[in-house]
């Protein structure tokens, strides 16, 4: 279990709309990581294991080795992988000490199936950037901008 309030959980916007019951489910599921700089989160290419919700910290996104974004405390990496049973589509490699609220590939799961507001919540972060990455108008920060700063 990780030692995280919901309250903190309910902060992160794209967990803003959970009930306090769903933010202890979440919260009993994970565990806390933390990784030092220099330490991949995701590995592009490999099978997805891990959710990390960013509490602390900054990294970058990196995609066949060009940077495409930036991401830091409200951010969460390796859903894709996770969601799709694929690959990551990314490597995300910390750049300053991270605090991750982290649930493996069963856990995650076992939440979604539990509370699909979650899962839903999670998928409309996941369009918002997919839109934003096809969009002409993309940029780095709107594709992978912050979800303490979404709706």
């Excluded at 565990?31 to 592009?44: C, D, F, K, N, Y």
């Excluded at 108008?137 to 901008?145: D, E, K, P, V």
């Amino acid at each position: 279990m990780a030692d995280i309030s919901p309250e903190v959980l309910q902060q992160v916007t794209v967990f803003s709309t959970c009930t306090p019951e769903q933010l202890a489910l979440l919260a009993r599921a994970a565990t806390i990581s933390e990784h030092s700089v220099g330490e991949e989160l995701t590995s592009q290419g490999s099978i997805g294991r891990h959710f990390h919700l960013l509490l602390e910290g900054g990294a970058v996104v990196d995609r066949s080795g060009q940077t495409i974004a930036t991401v830091s405390a409200g951010d969460f990496v390796g859903e894709i992988a996770l969601l799709g049973g694929g690959r990551s589509t990314a490597t995300v490699r910390a750049t300053a000490p991270i605090r991750c609220l982290t649930l493996e590939r069963q856990a995650f799961w076992e939440v979604l199936e539990a509370e699909p507001a979650i899962a839903l919540r999670i998928l409309e972060v996941v369009c918002r950037r997919l839109e934003q990455a096809v969009s002409p108008a993309a940029n780095l920060a709107g594709a992978w901008g912050s979800v303490f700063d979404e709706d």
